[in-house]
C-alpha cells in the first residue's frame, strides 16, 4: 500500500478543493468537509461519502436548525487502490468532485454518464 502521512493526505484533499472553481463553493450550502481513515465496516472500498440533504431536495426553511452536511473523503482505501503520489492527488480530486456532485442532487448515474467514475 502506497504511504502518505495523514497531512500529506489532507493536503491533497485542501488542493483538491482549491482546484474547485470560487462560484461552484460559492453556491454550497451548509456542508463540511472531513478526512477519515476508513469507511464505514459494510462498504469498506468506499472513497468518499456525501451524507446529507441535497440542495434539489430543500425547501423553504429547510436550514433552520439543520447540522452541516458532511463530505467525507477516507485516506486507507484511496492508499491502497493507488500505485504513486499522482494517483493519490488525481483520485481525491475526481472523490471531491463526485461528492460535490450529490450535494447537488447529481446521482451517480448521471456522474457516469458524465464521465466521472
Known amino acids: 500500500m502506497l504511504q502518505l502521512t495523514t497531512q500529506e493526505f489532507d493536503d491533497a484533499v485542501g488542493d483538491a478543493l482549491d482546484d474547485v472553481?470560487?462560484?461552484?463553493?460559492?453556491?454550497?450550502?451548509?456542508?463540511?468537509?472531513?478526512v477519515e481513515d476508513e469507511p464505514p465496516p459494510d462498504d469498506p472500498d468506499?472513497?468518499?461519502?456525501?451524507?446529507?440533504?441535497?440542495?434539489?431536495e430543500r425547501h423553504e426553511g429547510w436550514a433552520a436548525g439543520?447540522?452541516?452536511?458532511?463530505?467525507?473523503?477516507?485516506?486507507?482505501?484511496?492508499?491502497?487502490?493507488?500505485t504513486t503520489?499522482?494517483?493519490?492527488?488525481?483520485?481525491v480530486a475526481v472523490t471531491v468532485v463526485h461528492e460535490i456532485a450529490h450535494h447537488f442532487g447529481i446521482d451517480d448515474d448521471r456522474l457516469h454518464e458524465l464521465g466521472w467514475d
Request: proline fraction near 8%.
Open 21 to 34: 472553481p470560487a462560484e461552484l463553493l460559492d453556491l454550497m450550502d451548509n456542508v463540511v468537509f472531513l
Open 66 to 82: 439543520a447540522l452541516p452536511d458532511r463530505i467525507t473523503i477516507f485516506r486507507g482505501p484511496t492508499l491502497r487502490i493507488c
Open 85 to 91: 503520489r499522482e494517483d493519490v492527488l488525481e483520485e
Open 46 to 56: 468506499l472513497l468518499g461519502l456525501y451524507d446529507g440533504t441535497p440542495l434539489t
